[in-house]
C-alpha cells in the first residue's frame, strides 16, 4: 500500500529535550513537505526537500531541522523544542511529475511540550 | 500576507443539499488549486483539484469552479453526505514539478442526517 509513515503518532516532552519525528514514504517521491497545523492558522510548511541533500525552508523554520539522506526517509528534529512548538505535525511527499503538484500525506504527530 | 484565504472557518448543511465551500487567492501566479479533506486524527486527504486554464472540473458528486478574474473557486458537493463532515482545505501552488503547497486556513463542514 502507497503511504506515508510517521512516528510517533503521538508524544508530551519537556522543554529542551531534542526529540525527532521520523517520516518515510514507499512511493520513490522526490519531494517531501514538514508542516504544522494550528488551530486558525491552517497547514504551514516548515521545510521541504526536492531530493536526497537538498533541502530549504519554508514559512515557520525557526527552531527545526530537517536532513534527506536518503530518498524515502525525511525526519523532522527540534534540538530543544519549546511550548509554541506545540503542534499537530504533518510529513508529505509528492512525485516529481505530478502535474497538478498533489501531496499525499501522513497521519500526523500531535505534539505537546510542557 | 495571506495568500490563499477561507473565509467561512464552518458550515452547516443537510443530508442531500449542496455544499458550497469557497476560497480567495492573491496571488495570480498560482497555477493550480487543489482541495483536501481532513477527518479528525487523520492526515489531509486529496479530493480534487483544478488546472488555472480551466474553469470547472467535476468528480462524481464533487465539483470545483474557478474564477481567475475573481481570484476565486469554490467546491461543490452534490448530494451532501454525512461522511462528507470534515475540514476542507484549500491549497494553492505555481507551476507543475515542483511547487510549493499554500494552505487556506480550512472550513469545518458539517453534514447532518
Known sequence: EAQVTQNPRYLITVTGKKLTVTCSQNMNHEYMSWYRQDPGLGLRQIYYSMNVEVTDKGDVPEGYKVSRKEKRNFPLILESPSPNQTSLYFCASQAAGAFNNEQFFGPGTRLTVL | ?113
Open chain 2, 1 to 113: 500576507d495571506q495568500q490563499v484565504k477561507q473565509n467561512s472557518p464552518s458550515l452547516s448543511v443537510q443530508e442531500g443539499r449542496i455544499s458550497i465551500l469557497n476560497c480567495d487567492y492573491t496571488n495570480s501566479m498560482f497555477d493550480y488549486f487543489l482541495w483536501y479533506k481532513k477527518y479528525p486524527a487523520e492526515g489531509p486527504t486529496f479530493l480534487i483539484s483544478i488546472s488555472s486554464i480551466k474553469d470547472k472540473n467535476e468528480d462524481g458528486r464533487f465539483t470545483v469552479f474557478l474564477n481567475k478574474s475573481a481570484k476565486h473557486l469554490s467546491l461543490h458537493i452534490v448530494p451532501s453526505q454525512p461522511g462528507d463532515s470534515a475540514v476542507y482545505f484549500c491549497a494553492a501552488s505555481g507551476t507543475s514539478g515542483y511547487s510549493t503547497l499554500t494552505f487556506g486556513k480550512g472550513t469545518m463542514l458539517l453534514v447532518s442526517p
